[in-house]
């Protein structure tokens, strides 16, 4: 046991350096368009990240180290911001149990799954609850995501992982209007 654990951590090392000293492909990110649904008090925003995992990214989230993704949800009338809040998703692959623990900050849920293809559609999902004011009136909705640099203890280096996204922050915005029909 001990050692098919210690012949992961060496794996994902030679992984992690490959990818850090080597060329990166990176990668084209996009947000899928916003859906927003105004209900009595709650307004509901969801969207997911498009292309934003591909090419080096199975050696990042196998790393060990926590992988986070940023969200910065921002709600405006005209110039005024009615809203800001950030929220986080974020990965951790556990090597001992071959799973990945996943936190999702826009609905406050965890869960862990072996299943790659799971783990990515939960990281890259967006979904939040907050509650609003119909005299906001015609609001504009912006959502935009951004990596930020995490530490790598096996390596024992920091690196900023919007590298691979290109320096590339994707955004998605929409109006909506939240007052109530009289």
Known sequence: MLEAIT???????VSLSVFLFSSYTGNDPT???LSCRAGEKYLVVRSSLVSAFDNDFPDV???????????????????RILLSRNFQNSVRYDMAN????????GMNRRLQTPSYAAMLAEISGFEC????????????????ASLPSVRF????KKVDL???WKYQKPKASTSLSLQKPS
């Open 162 to 164: 919007m590298v691979l």
């Open 61 to 79: 989230f196998k790393s060990g180290s926590t992988i986070p993704v940023n969200f910065q949800l921002i709600i405006r009338n005209k110039n």
């Open 31 to 33: 947000l899928r368009s």
């Open 153 to 156: 203890e096996q390596l024992q």
């Open 7 to 13: 012949g992961k951590v060496f794996a994902t090392i």
């Open 98 to 105: 071959a799973v990945y623990e996943i936190r999702t900050g």
């Open 129 to 144: 609850s907050l509650p609003y004011d119909s005299s906001w009136g015609e609001v504009s909705i912006s959502l935009t």
